[in-house]
């Protein structure tokens, strides 16, 4: 039995690779978002290629709503857009046109072999994350009472850094926090202004790194990386890094390397101290953090933690500190990237008042020691 799929559309190069490549569904071609809606008692699968964001949000959601009482899989064909944006609107995956055939047809017939399973969970997985009213006045009130205590220090070191570096005193960088939500986030610069120039000698030295084999590869034939940069806590990382460390090993989602010669003098002192990451306390002013909570990411590595294993550190507060902060910050061993996640999670089921008390009076020793990372 063949099951019927409804690709719309316009690359039909790649409906063309799904139809050579797989034997288990036939598939028709749309430019009509409308066709799915009449014609859902009759297909099996639907294909939502990306066209234009706001039209595709709407489309998708459209569709959802008219496939709740069927068992037709939706599947988005995506180019700029974050996977998640869709995943959240109800879509079972997300590919691109250079997906491998061959897991787009595992994946439906695991989904539609699922499919009661999977809509139960997905609900239940996807739930807004709420911060609790205790938690949002708790932190109104502590991050307003140290900004006024602080800001005299806050002076001294915007005075300090001016004087050892050029550039802007703030660094701020795009961030995803709880429920995914993206915000500017807020720390001192610690980094000399031409920092992304030492990048691609820097990736082999990547704590996170579960190989360097291919880097080295790449620097022994000569070869050398241009185009577009992701913002990371250390600055610019050319995104052919990135994507290379994802096809490697999507586990290690964390880029951090030990004796970065792009830190200043002053940025050492105060990232061991984590006295850059004070400008944050407006962050949690804003109700963009929380000052006990997951440590929110970059947007590119937080791409990789959307899976069903690692989703649930993000239905936690974000936070200044947190639970691996005090775990491991001073420890002898390099923290695994893995391990990192495990503490999320534990802290996303266990959070509460005394908890993050407890986590909070554990900081202050933390701070005091060094990490020279």
């Known amino acids: 039995m063949k099951f019927?799929?409804?690709?719309?559309?316009?690359?039909?190069?790649?409906?063309?690779?799904?139809?050579?490549?797989?034997?288990?569904?036939?598939i028709k071609t749309t430019k009509n978002p409308n066709d799915a809606i009449e014609l859902m008692q009759e297909i099996d699968l639907i294909f939502y290629e990306?066209?234009?964001?706001?039209?595709?949000?709407?489309?998708?959601?459209?569709i959802k709503e008219n496939t709740l009482n069927t068992n037709v899989v939706l599947f988005a064909i995506n180019f700029l857009t974050n996977p998640h944006t869709f995943i959240e609107l109800g879509v079972h995956d997300v590919f691109n046109v250079n997906s491998d055939v061959s897991k787009i047809i595992k994946r439906f017939e695991f989904i539609n072999n699922h499919f009661e399973e999977l809509s139960v969970k997905k609900t239940a997985a996807f739930t807004k994350f709420k911060l609790p009213l205790w938690?949002?006045?708790?932190?109104?009130?502590?991050?307003?009472?140290?900004?006024l205590a602080l800001s005299p220090v806050f002076m001294i070191i915007v005075l300090f850094i001016?004087?050892?570096?050029?550039?802007?005193?703030?660094?701020?960088?795009?961030?995803?926090?709880?429920?995914?939500?993206?915000?500017?986030?807020?720390?001192?610069?610690?980094?000399?202004?031409?920092?992304?120039?030492?990048?691609?000698?820097?990736?082999?030295?990547?704590?996170?790194?579960?190989?360097?084999?291919?880097?080295e590869s790449d620097r022994e034939n000569g070869q050398t990386y241009e185009g577009p940069l992701l913002i990371s806590d250390d600055?610019?990382?050319?995104?052919?890094?990135v994507k290379k460390q994802k096809d490697q090993k999507r586990?290690?989602?964390f880029f951090k390397v030990a004796n970065d010669p792009r830190i200043t003098k002053v940025g050492r002192i105060l990232r061991n101290t984590s006295i850059d990451e004070l400008p944050q306390l407006i962050n949690v002013l804003?109700?963009?953090m929380s000052l006990v909570g997951n440590r929110p990411l970059p947007l590119y590595e937080a791409e990789l933690l959307t899976t069903d294993q690692w989703a649930k550190r993000f239905l936690a507060p974000a936070g200044m500190t947190g639970l691996w902060q005090v775990t491991k910050r001073g420890g002898s061993t390099v923290m695994s990237a893995d391990d990192r996640k495990q503490l999320d999670i534990e802290y996303a089921e266990n959070f509460s008042f005394w908890y993050d008390i407890k986590l909070l009076l554990k900081t202050i020793p933390a701070m005091l020691q060094h990490e020279n990372v």
């Open 235 to 241: 600055g610019l990382v050319p995104e052919i890094n």
């Open 251 to 253: 586990s290690n989602a």
């Open 4 to 26: 019927k799929a409804l690709y719309i559309g316009k690359n039909l190069a790649f409906v063309e690779k799904l139809r050579e490549k797989n034997l288990l569904f036939t």
């Open 50 to 62: 990306e066209n234009f964001i706001k039209n595709d949000l709407i489309i998708i959601k459209l």
């Open 162 to 215: 001016r004087l050892e570096s050029k550039g802007k005193v703030y660094y701020t960088s795009p961030r995803v926090g709880s429920g995914y939500k993206i915000f500017g986030f807020l720390k001192f610069r610690s980094m000399y202004t031409d920092a992304d120039k030492k990048v691609d000698s820097l990736m082999k030295n990547n704590q996170y790194s579960g190989s360097t084999e291919s880097s």
């Open 135 to 147: 938690k949002r006045i708790f932190d109104i009130i502590f991050s307003g009472i140290i900004l």
């Open 286 to 288: 804003k109700g963009d």
